[in-house]
């Protein structure tokens, strides 16, 4: 198991969504303990995922599963269980590695690193997505450019779809991977 991990994954986890149902912080929680048993996880080497995961968490003292999985992954950052990958930032929050040029800035500016990662890496791991629905509407060109998205929450990610969007038609969610 392989992945990058959109922040969102360890907030759910900590309980910081006030929204996610009680199965989507289990599945977040399932999900960050079974990476840190047996799994890798990829970010960049600049320090922008890293970053983001200190600036919404809290490590000292953790208080969620969130915490404890970047306190192991900060004290676990130069082992063979993170792998890191080399983004040419082109502008700010901008990357010669994006996917799909066209798509970039549809794309949350803070959320562009992470499909960016996942190409950048030689085996194209899957990004993690827990509760930004707004990336209903974009797995299709991600994965079409060798990106996945693997949505752990899809019951809620589809709930807050249908909020955020009102009379929009709910995009199609991958199948599966089995």
């Known amino acids: 198991m392989k992945a990058v991990i959109d922040t969102n994954v360890l907030l759910v986890a900590n ?18 303990q079974a990476i840190q048993r047996e799994g890798i996880v990829v970010v960049d080497d600049g320090y922008r ?5 200190q600036n919404k968490t809290c490590i000292n003292p953790p208080k969620g599963v969130g915490d404890v999985f970047l306190k ?7 082992s063979p269980r993170v792998e890191q990958v080399t983004l040419d930032e082109i502008a700010d929050n901008s990357f010669a590695e994006f996917p799909d040029p066209a798509l970039e800035p549809l794309f949350d500016a803070p959320d562009r690193k992470f499909p960016a990662v ?4 030689p ?3 899957p990004v993690w997505q827990a509760v930004d629905c707004k990336w ?8 079409a450019k060798g990106v996945e998205v693997e949505f752990l929450c899809p019951d809620d990610i589809c709930q807050f779809y249908s909020k955020k969007f009102p009379g929009k038609t709910l ?8």
């Open 49 to 53: 995922i890293l970053g983001e995961y």
């Open 123 to 125: 085996e194209k791991p």
């Open 72 to 78: 192991w992954l900060l004290r676990n950052s130069s």
């Open 15 to 32: 309980g910081q969504h006030d929204d996610a149902s009680p199965g989507c912080v289990v599945e977040c929680v399932q999900r960050l």
């Open 171 to 178: 995009p199609a969610l991958p199948m599966p991977v089995p």
């Open 118 to 121: 996942a190409n950048a890496h």
């Open 136 to 143: 209903l509407n974009w797995w299709a060109t991600l994965k």
